[in-house]
């Protein structure tokens, strides 16, 4: 998991399935979407055998809205410290994502779309950013809640905006647009010899001889300004990579000069210090430790700019999970325990298993882009 504590880092990251998207517009749309999306005609699978893993108040949170959504996966993300359940669900064919604190409220709802749904602008500028691409998905992405200061709070008008995906020649992209047409951001695959060279020594360094399987170059282009997008001039870029070694996976994000923002990466428990290894066991009491990592923060925005903190934040993560109970932890180097979020998990039927044979998989370390946001 992302260190609980650890402030934003506030630079374009990878935009994964629209859980780093902005979000903009009126509760108008969203509303009658949701409608739409719940009527009988799309209510044609039922959740009855589908075994739901979640918190109990996130779960009741989604059925109060979709009561027959079918939930095919859970993940979770940090945002400013907190920590957010991302879940994906199926309402009849249609795509549904929603993003929710522990205690249940709604901080997302993204619901999939087609570009007849999108206003003209907007498509537009989802066209232009593509580039002649073919454009394979879209979402309405409403946002109902934002992180501050550690705990969700709702906006009185809820934000949407529309996020599209894109893909040419084997490399995809996401962009996420204001409906006015504004590109709040972008990112796109590019391959290694399009990285300035002091990003790409700083990606090879971190990766130490593993497996680089992704870069994109992320841009933040707009942030929300009261009721409106301001433009960014210049736009923040960053560079994003994924490695692997084994089944073990990281990731980096850096400055074009080679600054590096955050980095994160798995573990295998010989390589977690001996006083954060002893502070998980204990933390997670006879539980199951099923996934360890390392996440790193070396600079932050701030005013535009991306500056270098003048110690890198550092936390070791774990989750664990037994019988009918997960959890998360975050450590210091030293052993401190940062913070520790544990749950009762809920399933459909009960009787049809526990926690411990379903992986969680965690959002770790992509926080929103541009400023500190909801997901």
Same mark, same amino acid.
């Given at each position: 998991?992302?260190?609980?504590?650890?402030?934003?880092?506030?630079?374009?990251?990878?935009?994964?399935?629209?859980?780093?998207?902005?979000?903009?517009?009126?509760?108008?749309?969203?509303?009658?979407?949701?409608?739409?999306?719940?009527?009988?005609?799309?209510?044609?699978?039922?959740?009855?055998? +589908?075994?739901?893993?979640? *918190? $109990? !108040?996130? @779960?009741? &949170? =989604?059925?109060?809205?979709?009561?027959? /959504?079918? %939930?095919? #996966?859970?993940?979770?993300?940090?945002?400013?410290?907190?920590?957010?359940?991302?879940?994906?669900?199926?309402?009849?064919?249609?795509?549904?994502?929603?993003?929710?604190?522990?205690?249940?409220?709604?901080?997302?709802?993204?619901?999939?779309?087609?570009?007849?749904?999108?206003?003209?602008?907007?498509?537009?500028?989802?066209?232009?950013?593509?580039?002649?691409?073919?454009?394979?998905?879209?979402?309405?992405?409403?946002?109902?809640?934002?992180?501050?200061?550690?705990?969700?709070?709702?906006?009185?008008?809820?934000?949407?905006?529309?996020?599209?995906?894109?893909?040419?020649?084997?490399?995809?992209?996401?962009?996420?647009?204001?409906?006015?047409?504004?590109?709040?951001?972008?990112?796109?695959?590019? +391959?290694?010899?399009?990285? *300035? $060279? !002091?990003? @790409?020594? &700083? =990606?090879?360094?971190?990766?130490?001889? /593993?497996? %680089?399987? #992704?870069?994109?170059?992320?841009?933040?282009?707009?942030?929300?300004?009261?009721?409106?997008?301001?433009?960014?001039?210049?736009?923040?870029?960053?560079?994003?990579?994924?490695?692997?070694?084994?089944?073990?996976?990281?990731?980096?994000?850096?400055?074009?000069?080679?600054?590096?923002?955050?980095?994160?990466?798995?573990?295998?428990?010989?390589?977690?210090?001996?006083?954060?290894?002893?502070?998980?066991?204990?933390?997670?009491?006879?539980?199951?430790?099923?996934?360890?990592?390392?996440?790193?923060?070396?600079?932050?925005?701030?005013?535009?700019?991306?500056?270098?903190?003048?110690?890198?934040?550092?936390?070791?993560?774990?989750?664990?999970?037994?019988?009918?109970?997960?959890?998360?932890?975050?450590?210091?180097?030293?052993?401190?325990?940062?913070?520790? @979020?544990?749950?009762?998990?809920?399933?459909?039927?009960?009787?049809?298993?526990?926690?411990?044979?379903?992986?969680?998989?965690?959002?770790?370390?992509?926080?929103?882009?541009?400023?500190?946001?909801?997901?």
């Amino acid at each position: 998991m992302a260190p609980m504590a650890k402030k934003p880092v506030a630079v374009p990251r990878r935009f994964n399935r629209g859980r780093t998207r902005i979000l903009w517009l009126g509760l108008a749309a969203l509303i009658v979407a949701v409608i739409f999306l719940i009527s009988p005609a799309f209510l044609k699978r039922s959740a009855a055998k +589908e075994q739901v893993r979640l *918190p $109990a !108040a996130v @779960l009741g &949170a =989604i059925r109060e809205i979709f009561p027959k /959504a079918v %939930i095919s #996966e859970v993940g979770m993300e940090d945002d400013e410290g907190m920590t957010l359940f991302v879940v994906e669900t199926r309402v009849g064919e249609t795509y549904v994502e929603v993003v929710a604190s522990p205690d249940g409220v709604i901080a997302e709802v993204s619901i999939e779309i087609t570009a007849a749904d999108v206003p003209q602008a907007a498509m537009a500028a989802i066209r232009k950013a593509a580039e002649g691409a073919q454009v394979t998905e879209i979402n309405t992405v409403g946002a109902h809640a934002e992180v501050k200061d550690g705990r969700l709070v709702k906006l009185l008008v809820p934000r949407t905006t529309y996020w599209a995906e894109f893909e040419k020649g084997g490399l995809a992209g996401e962009v996420t647009v204001a409906p006015d047409g504004t590109v709040v951001e972008l990112s796109t695959d590019i +391959e290694a010899k399009d990285v *300035p $060279a !002091a990003a @790409l020594a &700083a =990606i090879q360094k971190a990766a130490a001889g /593993a497996a %680089i399987t #992704e870069i994109s170059r992320d841009e933040a282009r707009a942030e929300p300004q009261d009721d409106r997008f301001a433009r960014l001039d210049p736009p923040t870029v960053a560079y994003w990579a994924e490695f692997k070694r084994g089944e073990l996976f990281g990731e980096i994000t850096v400055a074009a000069d080679g600054t590096v923002v955050e980095m994160s990466a798995d573990l295998e428990a010989k390589d977690v210090p001996e006083a954060v290894l002893a502070a998980i066991h204990r933390t997670a009491d006879g539980a199951s430790i099923t996934e360890l990592g390392r996440d790193e923060t070396h600079a932050e925005l701030d005013g535009g700019e991306i500056v270098r903190l003048q110690k890198a934040e550092v936390y070791y993560w774990a989750e664990f999970q037994k019988d009918d109970t997960a959890g998360e932890v975050s450590v210091a180097p030293d052993g401190a325990v940062v913070e520790v @979020l544990k749950w009762k998990c809920v399933t459909e039927n009960r009787d049809e298993g526990s926690c411990k044979d379903h992986r969680i998989r965690l959002n770790r370390g992509r926080s929103p882009c541009p400023a500190p946001q909801s997901a």
